[in-house]
């Protein structure tokens, strides 16, 4: 299972709920599903940046001539 290492590394007690890495590994976690889908499918693209640009090709705030 790929996020059994997150899920042990939760159980340290060293480690504050405040701790950089414990909110990073609440992050996987909370994300596990999201981030499956991209684990199993390497087509998805990580982010909509492309899809965004389509939809709003002239840059915001900008002045037309």
Not at 24 to 38: D, E, G, I, W
Not at 42 to 58: C, G, S
Request: charged share 35%; aromatic share 8%.
């Amino acid at each position: 299972m790929p996020f059994a290492f997150c899920k042990e590394q939760r159980q340290r007690a060293d480690l504050l709920p405040d701790d950089s890495w414990m909110k990073a590994l609440n992050y996987t976690l909370k994300r596990k599903r999201q981030l499956m889908v991209f684990l199993e499918k390497p087509d998805v693209a990580m982010d909509t940046n492309h899809l965004e640009r389509e939809i709003r090709p002239i840059p915001m705030g900008k002045k037309m001539n």
